[in-house]
């Protein structure tokens, strides 16, 4: 079975340059996002990783853990902070999974269960470990998105994606294409317009099945 929105997320204890982490205990009742990378010391992850210690004081007002997961080893990974950071020019704070036995890979379907690192392998022998997922406070998976290893991940998108899902969680709102924080949302189908309006205070119908309200965080 694959890992699919809702599904509680995988829990598992590995290794990381910061030491042994239990992952729903890690996760605590933080939000949490996984970023998997199909190998140390290669450019596009490089450069992902940088941005992902950057935005370090954005996934603290968002109350979001981050993580990181390759599959390679421990030594390999603080060896390849020292890297991110010179590049980056901030610390990386955050740990990453070391994966060597695939096993964090496979738990989150990023791999078929047969899979296994050959000697002399590339990246592209683990090209598919290229996903982000976050995670809610419940630890279940809220969003995955997987890319291809030509193509480096938008953090603008991440961040966008984050907030519209903390905007929405728990609430019976959606946000529409291109949305950003502060702008209007949607008001669910499962309220009727007099249930909108007591809950929301004023709703604007554009369609009987399309209305909006403003956003309050």
């Not at 060896?79 to 994966?99: H, L, R, T, V, Y």
């Not at 119908?205 to 403003?214: A, D, E, I, S």
């Amino acid at each position: 079975m694959g890992l699919r929105i809702n599904d509680i997320v995988p829990n598992f204890t590995a290794e990381t340059d910061q030491g042994t982490i239990t992952f729903h205990d890690w996760i605590g009742d933080s939000w949490a996002i996984l970023f998997s990378h199909p190998k140390d010391f290669t450019p596009v992850c490089t450069t992902e990783f940088g941005a992902v210690a950057q935005l370090a004081e954005e996934w603290t007002k968002r109350n979001t853990k981050v993580i990181g997961l390759s599959v390679d080893g421990v030594d390999e990974h603080v060896q390849w902070k020292n890297d991110i950071e010179s590049f980056s020019g901030a610390p990386a704070g955050f740990p990453i999974i070391a994966d060597e036995s695939l096993e964090v890979s496979k738990l989150f379907d990023m791999l078929p269960a047969e899979a296994y690192l050959a000697d002399g392998r590339t990246a592209a022998d683990s090209a598919s470990v290229r996903s982000v997922f976050i995670i809610s406070p419940d630890k279940k998976v809220q969003l995955i998105m997987t890319y291809p290893m030509s193509v480096g991940r938008n953090f603008a998108e991440v961040l966008r994606a984050l907030d519209g899902l903390q905007a929405t969680f728990g609430t019976p709102i959606a946000t529409p294409a291109n949305w950003v924080s502060g702008q209007d949302v949607i008001v669910a189908l499962s309220l009727t317009d007099e249930e909108a309006k007591e809950k929301f205070g004023e709703i604007d119908v554009k369609l009987p099945y399309l209305r909006t309200t403003k956003h309050v965080a």
